[in-house]
């Protein structure tokens, strides 16, 4: 723990199912614009996140020496104060805790965030003490955005109101009161300040304004004793300080052990829930991004049913539903749901659907979710889709030249970086899946003459798709006109993995095998195989640097679920040992970067350092559906 060098990189995050989040450094040094004690969204003001506490410093006092165990990197990479160097243990088994030792002193620091409301809890016990001691707390404020960095301002308000044990402070207009509130009584000194030219290496490495001012209104300070416990809450409301304590126990009562992989994801997958009023949403990652539909209907099922949490299942897809319905009829809506009206989006909500059946049976899918699902793919028959094309042979068509038609969606100078365009691997095969599912709930629905067009309309692209992707070793990534695009990505494994397979086994066969030599690492596939002329497998450098090789070369775990699925279709339960040997890279995962979860991406090229978003839905997802797998192929074999 006093190794920064070992320690600055690894990340914890915290969220309450309602948008608030608490992330920092293992140290509480913060990395990142984005990290915070408190972040949360201000309806007041607009839909992203703001960050409101950035830090809290303590202070041990004792015989009048001060030992400051906060700790915050300064401009010229210089750390003040250094109180790293006083921990001795860090646990986030169940929740974070932190041990430090001045002396003879040990405190015990943990923290809570409180569900469904944005509010911290923070608890200080004194484990041992030989003399009278002191503690004195300095909260550094920021009051704003994530993606943005604040600086000394004359605009700021240094005014504070007295609270029960505490005081009630607003930076700015258009916020609301911010209530920091002790479970002690105490002595607060207004000393209003600017800590100025606090740096956050992580923007800095990405290429962006990485120094910040942070406001500390004053110090609050009080006596500890052996043995006593004292609990800081901070946020928008004010709250009864003489209920913390049973606040605190409730909110630790409904924490859960992560003491595997299993639990860990588990974890994490519950931290992407965002409910609102009676909409629920899975959040396609932290600390930066919103709902998007793509990521939210690959990462659903693995995020809610695998773990147990039918509930939320229901919820996101009725919000989800309700979206969808608005955008099959054209009329106008504000989607929460971002990117609803990307190309391959409701054939990956058609594939959700199939997931659910895992779950429950076909019966009980369709009479949920069939007639949704043969609305979206009449929507698409019936050329309604604004960016899909039926061409004659059943094939889609997608202009994706100057918008992203899929997920490898990085853009440059108002253009996509992969311009992948005309007929697309993936698409198509989610395409001839839809439409043989969707003949599926037909006959349960006893719609016959909807389920033999159907039938007959896969059949034909089925061919269609065969002649145009497949070029004798494996498929395309995607055709338009006379160019083949023939570049190893990961996309075709969808026409493998899929329940309906386009593919004869042979060709099945092949495009694993290709992808298995050229795609497949310890942290899922690579986005383009090593043997490109375009391979850049580092995602380091500038903005541009980073979409340049955002999909041209790292690992992105979430397409190691199709790969699986692919896998154990071609060698049933002969290949468990091998799968179960790739996921102990995902094991080795758990305590390192964000710990307990996954992130976005990882570089292409061993050790496999991860990037992008510090905790990922569709990544999570994906490994928890692959140890679901493996569960089921384990109890087949008893």
């Not at 986030?92 to 015990?108: A, F, K, M, N």
């Not at 991004?289 to 939210?296: G, H, I, Q, S």
């Not at 375009?534 to 500038?542: A, E, M, Q």
Request: glycine content about 6%.
């Amino acid at each position: 723990m006093t190794n920064l060098e070992r320690t600055l990189s690894k990340e914890i995050i915290r969220t309450n199912r309602a948008g608030t989040y608490s992330s920092s450094s293992i140290t509480d040094c913060n990395t990142r614009k984005y990290h915070g004690l408190l972040v949360t969204p201000v309806a007041e003001l607009d839909d992203a996140n703001h960050v409101i506490i950035s830090s809290l410093d303590e202070t041990i006092v004792q015989h009048g020496a001060e030992f400051n165990l906060g700790i915050h990197q300064y401009q010229y990479n210089i750390f003040s104060p250094n109180g790293h160097k006083y921990i001795r243990q860090f646990n986030c088994q169940v929740i974070s805790q932190t041990i430090y030792r001045v002396g003879g002193v040990i405190l015990l620091k943990e923290r809570l965030l409180v569900g469904f409301e944005p509010r911290i809890l923070l608890k200080y016990t004194l484990l041992d003490a030989h003399s009278p001691t002191t503690i004195r707390f300095r909260p550094f404020l920021a009051f704003r955005r994530v993606d943005e960095l604040t600086h000394a301002n004359p605009l700021a308000d240094n005014y504070f109101d007295e609270a029960e044990k505490g005081i009630s402070v607003k930076m700015y207009d258009g916020y609301p009161k911010l209530f920091m509130q002790f479970s002690k009584k105490n002595t607060y000194t207004h000393s209003p300040d600017w800590h100025k030219n606090i740096k956050y290496y992580k923007e800095e490495q990405r290429g962006y304004e990485n120094l910040e001012d942070l406001y500390v209104p004053g110090v609050f300070e009080m006596p500890i004793k052996k043995g006593e416990t004292i609990i800081f809450s901070a946020g928008f409301s004010k709250i009864d300080t003489s209920k913390l304590k049973i606040l605190w126990d409730y909110e630790y009562s409904k924490r859960n052990e992560r003491n595997d992989m299993y639990n860990c994801l588990k974890n994490s997958a519950q931290q992407f829930y965002l409910r609102e009023g009676n909409k629920v949403y899975l959040l396609a990652g932290y600390p930066w991004y919103k709902p998007r539909a793509r990521d939210e209907f690959i990462a659903l099922v693995p995020c809610t049913l695998a773990i147990g949490r039918k509930d939320y299942f229901e919820d996101i897809v009725n919000t989800a539903i309700d979206e969808i319905k608005f955008f099959l009829s054209g009329k106008k809506h504000n989607f929460k749901i971002e990117g609803l009206d990307a190309p391959d989006v409701l054939l990956w909500f058609i594939n959700l659907v199939q997931k659910f059946e895992e779950y429950s049976c076909p019966e009980e899918a369709a009479k949920k979710y069939g007639k949704i699902v043969l609305e979206i793919v009449d929507f698409i028959r019936l050329q309604k889709h604004p960016r899909l094309f039926l061409h004659s042979k059943g094939l889609l068509y997608v202009d994706g030249r100057t918008t992203p038609a899929t997920w490898m969606n990085a853009m440059e100078n108002g253009h996509p970086i992969t311009p992948r365009t005309g007929y697309i691997v993936e698409i198509n095969a989610l395409w001839y899946n839809a439409m043989k599912y969707a003949a599926d709930i037909a006959k349960i629905l006893k719609e016959k003459h909807t389920a033999e067009l159907l039938q007959g309309q896969a059949e034909t692209m089925r061919e269609a798709f065969v002649d145009t992707f497949w070029n004798g070793i494996y498929l395309y990534d995607y055709v338009d006109g006379d160019y083949h695009d023939r570049e190893v990505r990961p996309n075709m494994i969808y026409a493998v993995g899929l329940p309906f397979s386009p593919l004869e086994k042979t060709q099945q066969k092949a495009v694993l095998d290709i992808v298995t030599r050229e795609l497949l690492t310890t942290k899922g596939l690579r986005s383009l195989s090593p043997k490109s002329g375009i391979y850049r497998p580092n995602y380091v450098g500038g903005h541009t640097d980073r979409d340049r090789n955002y999909h041209n070369g790292p690992v992105w775990t979430f397409t190691f679920s199709a790969y699986a699925r692919a896998y154990f279709k071609i060698y049933k339960q002969s290949g468990l040992s091998f799968i179960k040997r790739i996921m102990v890279g995902f094991e080795a995962e758990m305590p390192e970067l964000c710990i307990g979860s996954l992130n976005e991406l990882y570089d292409g090229n061993p050790p496999f350092k991860g990037h992008g978003g510090m905790s990922f839905a569709a990544s999570v997802g994906a490994i928890l559906e692959v140890m679901e797998m493996i569960k089921e192929l384990e109890k087949a074999q008893l």
